[in-house]
């Protein structure tokens, strides 16, 4: 075949130009560590790196919310464990001043406790965090308890999204903890057990006695519940991480390149480059056309 | 044979090998030109006495070319000009879709901070926050898609020039093809003038797929793929653009007598053909697409957005400005007025009476990230944008492996043209001092045939 000059020239041009472009892709891959840096450098590895990537940032908002719930019950679990110990101190109150040995003044000096209680009560009915009162069900804007104990929340559980396909409560209803439309109102039986000892009346005082403890019982489901919850919250979070901890890998495999793989790639571009160069730089030979005129 | 006849013989070795020389050197100096075609000198010895002084005659001089090898270079640069064309048309795509650039990401951020709505759904950062992403998303979308839309405006502004320059190239063929007849009527050499129209043909097929007829008398006919001329010997029917008035974009027509005809469905290759290619079909593609995508989000968000109560207890609010249609969908998209720069204006709650704490619709617009809303009701929104990537990534894959293949076609070709028509610069140098030699030896063919004659003259004395 003829060589001509022209066509020396094209094939060391169109070496170079190749070479560099290899060396430019080498140099970016090792620069980004990624392997795929365009949807064009490896389609379905794009197109999948695409829905994990939606997938991991559906976990972080999932570990967002498993943290917003259990923020909330973890304090529902504390207002109730402190509202278990009024009611501990209101059985005790109930049980001692039923025995008809106190008088008036006893037991007028223990009302007056139940009604510093009550307060109490209805302090810890309107816990509030970060702006929600965790008993007032949706309406949580506002306090759901008045001073009396009459009730302005909706009773409702908040639901969150905390891991794929499990929508979770992550509150309790203020409404079934304290008795109001159904189970043993609290506050009542706070008002009636009062009473009951200002009026230095044994048998009502009595009378409360079996109330109470069903209320005992009426806060200790609820907190259990609460448990039930966070445990539900504390198995999600396991699972969020698993399973982000997968994508994660996915990921890296999908679009990531190995350090190591990467700059090797980079020196072996860089040599060939120079290479080239070397050998462009040399062309042409001079042939006759170079030599001296005689 | 006369002795006097001798230096007839030697004065036609000097003309004969003066113009061997000039060749040469010609080839010499043209060793850069494109398209420049080697030369040939033609000689012949010329019948000896007694009709001719003998000696040696140049009959013509040939450029060497192998008009199989030209019909193959011209399929080949018409190819690249095609691939090359295209892959750099949907570089444009691979940019606004390569992750960086943000849709992917502007999605995720969204479906995030609705997720994040409903866990606080009275808390006005969070309320901000998710009006904040909404934004993002519509001004990823417009973005993208005004990107591809410039990208398919710059094609048809490319396919407009490109025309230009093939129209000015089909009437200097034109004329070329005249001047070339006259002068080899007239018996002049018109090497150049073929090389130089070669070559204009050569840059006509890199721009639009064409094939060559020669005619006896010099001219020449170029015929479009499909066999419409637009070069032949009465002249030149020029190629011109025109914007189609439904679509807006460019077509091309082929003028002749006055008419116009379309012939944008022939231009299959060339440069021209792969704008037109990229044009229709990726960038067009990926359009339609995004527009559609757009299109579903906003109604899927909108329809449950609306069933929703804001802060304010007011329900039916559209979240995206609702789209007339798909069509456009994306470069429009943007946050419903109803609810831009009011944050309490979303309706995150299902019941007015149940505000703020009521996150109901917020999980039912959170839901909608997993929930088939694209794609006829078949794809999640990131389902769909997953299998937008691959395919304009698979299209614009293919371009780029396209064009390196057709280019080391080209080059193959090329180097194979090279290989017959090329000029060596060895070559050159040898032929001029083979005439140089010839040159001397016709000069010591006079001197002889002098002193021959001198001699004779002296007999007398």
Do not use: C, W
């Amino acid at each position: 075949m003829r060589v001509t000059d022209a066509a020396l020239f094209d094939r060391s041009q169109r070496g170079l130009s190749l070479v560099r472009s290899s060396y430019m892709a080498a140099q970016q891959r090792a620069m980004t560590g990624k392997r795929v840096n365009a949807p064009s450098d490896d389609p379905l590895a794009a197109s999948l790196s695409r829905r994990v990537q939606a997938r991991l940032a559906r976990f972080e908002a999932h570990g967002r919310a498993i943290d917003a719930g259990d923020r909330r019950l973890q304090a529902t679990d504390a207002a109730l464990s402190q509202v278990g110990a009024v009611m501990d101190r209101i059985r005790q109150i109930a049980i001692q001043f039923a025995n008809d040995t106190y008088g008036a003044d006893e037991r007028a000096m223990a009302a007056a406790e139940v009604v510093e209680l009550k307060a109490a009560l209805v302090s810890l009915g309107n816990t509030e965090v970060g702006g929600q009162h965790l008993f007032a069900g949706y309406r949580d804007a506002a306090a759901p308890f008045d001073a009396a104990g009459a009730y302005s929340g909706d009773g409702a559980e908040p639901e969150l999204d905390v891991a794929p396909g499990l929508r979770v409560k992550v509150g309790v209803s203020g409404a079934q903890a304290f008795g109001v439309g159904a189970g043993v109102n609290l506050f009542a039986t706070f008002d009636v057990l009062s009473a009951a000892l200002f009026a230095n009346d044994g048998a009502s005082v009595r009378a409360t006695i079996d109330s109470i403890a069903t209320g005992v019982e009426q806060v200790a489901d609820v907190r259990g519940t609460a448990g039930v919850r966070m445990q539900a919250l504390a198995a999600a979070r396991s699972a969020v991480e698993r399973l982000s901890e997968q994508s994660r890998a996915t990921q890296a495999s999908l679009v990531e390149i190995d350090a190591v793989e990467a700059f090797s790639d980079l020196a072996r571009a860089e040599h060939a480059l120079t290479a080239a160069v070397q050998v462009a730089s040399m062309l042409p030979p001079p042939g006759l056309a170079g030599g001296s005129t005689r | 044979m006369a002795v006097s006849s001798l230096l007839g013989v030697g004065r036609t070795g000097l003309v004969t090998h003066t113009l061997g020389s000039g060749m040469a050197s010609h080839g010499a100096s043209n060793v850069a030109t494109p398209g420049f075609s080697r030369r040939a000198l033609e000689l012949a010895g010329i019948a000896p006495p007694p009709r001719h002084g003998g000696g040696v005659q140049a009959l013509g001089i040939r450029r060497v070319i192998d008009p199989f090898v030209e019909r193959r270079l011209l399929g080949a640069r018409a190819d690249a000009g095609f691939a090359t064309r295209r892959a750099m048309a949907l570089g444009t795509l691979d940019r606004v879709l390569s992750d960086d650039a943000g849709l992917g990401a502007a999605l995720d951020a969204f479906e995030t901070a609705v997720a994040d709505l409903a866990a606080y759904p009275g808390d006005r950062a969070a309320r901000t926050q998710m009006l904040a992403r909404a934004e993002g998303l519509a001004t990823a979308f417009r973005s993208a898609a005004t990107e591809i839309r410039l990208g398919v405006e710059e094609a048809d502004q490319r396919i407009e020039m490109e025309v230009r320059e093939v129209s000015g190239a089909l009437e200097e063929i034109a004329r070329l093809g005249e001047e070339i007849a006259k002068s080899e009527v007239r018996g002049e050499e018109a090497s150049d003038l073929r090389d130089h129209r070669d070559e204009l043909v050569r840059q006509v097929a890199d721009r639009v797929p064409v094939t060559v007829v020669t005619h006896p008398d010099g001219r020449m006919s170029l015929l479009l793929k499909g066999g419409l001329p637009l070069v032949s010997p009465d002249g030149a029917s020029p190629l011109q653009t025109v914007r189609d008035p439904v679509t807006g974009r460019v077509r091309i027509e082929r003028v002749t007598a006055g008419a116009a005809q379309d012939v944008t469905n022939s231009v299959t290759s060339g440069s021209i053909g792969g704008l037109l290619a990229a044009r229709d079909g990726a960038l067009a593609d990926a359009r339609a697409d995004l527009d559609q995508l757009a299109f579903d989000v906003a109604s899927a968000y909108n329809a449950v957005h609306a069933a929703g109560f804001g802060l304010d207890g007011v329900a039916g609010r559209d979240l995206f400005a609702p789209p007339a249609a798909a069509a456009g969908a994306a470069e429009a998209m943007a946050v419903s007025a109803a609810v831009a720069g009011n944050p309490d204006a979303i309706g995150a709650s299902l019941d007015p009476l149940a505000l703020p704490g009521d996150n109901r619709n917020a999980l039912a617009l959170a839901a909608l990230a997993d929930a088939p809303i694209a794609g006829g009701a078949t794809r999640t929104v990131q389902g769909a944008l997953a299998d937008l990537l691959a395919e304009a990534g698979s299209a614009i894959r293919a371009a780029t492996e396209g064009a390196g293949r057709a280019d080391a076609v080209l080059a193959q070709t090329q180097a194979l043209r090279d290989s017959v028509s090329g000029v060596s610069l060895d070559e050159q140098m040898l032929d001029l001092m083979q005439y140089q030699r010839a040159y001397q030896a016709s000069l010591r063919v006079i001197e002889v045939a002098d002193q021959m004659l001198e001699d004779l003259l002296a007999l007398k004395r």
